[in-house]
């Protein structure tokens, strides 16, 4: 038997952004079995593989679900489907659910790999991930997932392979005519006394450009102010400090109830996912898109009788940023249901007898739905706890 362990040397998360680097380490052992070396001669005892090659995969697993009920599959867009044909890992790669979307070139690790009882041999895998691919993604009706292939195989057997998951964010799209790519390092080199004894700096690469970007971008404070209204009147202004955030940050906004004149009763905030399918990839004749609503934190509030309150909505940091993709565009708003009265017996006056105020008990009532969309990015890797793990496969 030879056991095949693979883990990632970023040992705090498995987490990548699109362009970063991937290292991973993968050994290859011969378990050590004293009693075999006693009743075998050592040519008997040593274990072999015929080859082993390592490279990473991205999967598209895409349903529609049809007005009949039942689940059409989607096959992915043949513009985007690369370096899938002729990989000695392929059929490794399609044990898991979902078809290949796009593939690394496979890397040969060995050929013909003989170990002896005890024996050890350990290998360095470091591939760069594609920046023209889609993040991880788990919805509805698409997902997309990563995952390293550890592919090998013994003479006359099948392939086996060792699969080690992976999360990948999207690069923030960054705009090089903002100011917010600056970095400050570069407004000071031109002033600053040149030194023939010190090395040059070297040069920005684009992840650190893009994580200089999204710190700068979502640092801002915008507010921006909405006045809430109905027929009957107004029902309050409500203040979104801005329309950018990061994964783990909070969404913090203020409702002011004071310039109303329509009592609003009870609110309820929540944060939703707005998966919406396009249409060249479901070849529907209805031209309303299909989309999915999925429902994450929320925030909800009886807020008859105060003239000011506010609503703190924290962002999963499990959750994926806003993006877009031949297949699917991911989207996020927030949902907002005021529940409104015109009630004569809500006025708040207080019994001068018993300086009670009795509630009435039944008062009509009128709700409305509001949507405002916000932006998601995504945040720093290292920003994400999630340990990578040993992973390992035994060869029979």
Not at 192 to 204: G, I, M, R, S, V
Not at 239 to 247: M, S
Not at 284 to 309: M, W, Y
């Amino acid at each position: 038997m030879i056991e095949i362990t693979a883990k990632l040397i970023r040992d705090q998360s498995a987490v990548f952004l699109c362009g970063e680097v991937v290292e991973c380490l993968i050994t290859f052992t011969n378990p050590t079995l004293p009693e075999h070396r006693i009743s075998q001669s050592n040519c008997d005892i040593l274990e072999n593989l015929a080859w082993a090659t390592v490279q990473i995969h991205c999967y598209c697993n895409s349903t529609i679900q049809e007005r009949g009920g039942s689940s059409v599959p989607v096959d992915a867009p043949s513009s985007i489907v690369k370096n899938v044909s002729g990989s000695t890992s392929l059929d490794a790669s399609n044990q898991l659910k979902g078809e290949v979307l796009k593939s690394t070139e496979p890397k040969i690790l060995f050929c013909d790999l003989r170990l002896s009882p005890g024996e050890m041999r350990q290998f360095m895998f470091r591939e760069t991930l594609s920046v023209n691919t889609p993040p991880t993604y788990r919805g509805v009706m698409v997902k997309y997932y990563y995952k390293i292939t550890v592919a090998t195989q013994r003479v006359g057997s099948t392939v086996q392979a060792l699969h080690i998951p992976i999360r990948v964010l999207p690069l923030p799209p960054v705009n090089c005519s903002d100011e917010a790519v600056t970095l400050n390092d570069e407004s000071n080199e031109d002033l600053a006394p040149n030194n023939p004894f010190l090395e040059k700096k070297k040069a920005p690469s684009k992840i650190e450009y893009a994580l200089h970007y999204l710190q700068n971008i979502t640092a801002r404070r915008r507010p921006n102010f909405y006045l809430i209204s109905n027929k009957r009147g107004k029902v309050g202004r409500f203040c979104l400090f801005k329309p950018i955030y990061k994964l783990g940050e909070d969404i913090v906004g203020t409702l002011d109830f004071s310039c109303g004149t329509v009592r609003c009763v009870q609110l309820s905030v929540t944060l939703q996912c707005e998966e919406i399918v396009r249409k060249r990839a479901t070849e529907s004749t209805s031209d309303a898109p299909i989309g999915r609503i999925t429902n994450f934190t929320k925030h909800h509030e009886v807020c008859l009788g105060l003239l000011q309150t506010q609503m703190i909505l924290p962002i999963p940091l499990y959750v994926s940023p806003t993006f877009q993709t031949d297949l699917v565009d991911v989207r996020w708003r927030l949902h907002f249901q005021f529940v409104t009265s015109t009630n004569d017996e809500l006025n708040m006056e207080i019994d001068r007898d018993t300086l009670e105020w009795h509630a009435p008990t039944d008062i009509s009532i009128e709700t409305m739905i509001w949507n405002l969309p916000v932006t998601l990015y995504p945040t720093a890797p290292v920003q994400i706890p999630q340990a990578s793990g040993l992973y390992t496969l035994n060869i029979k």
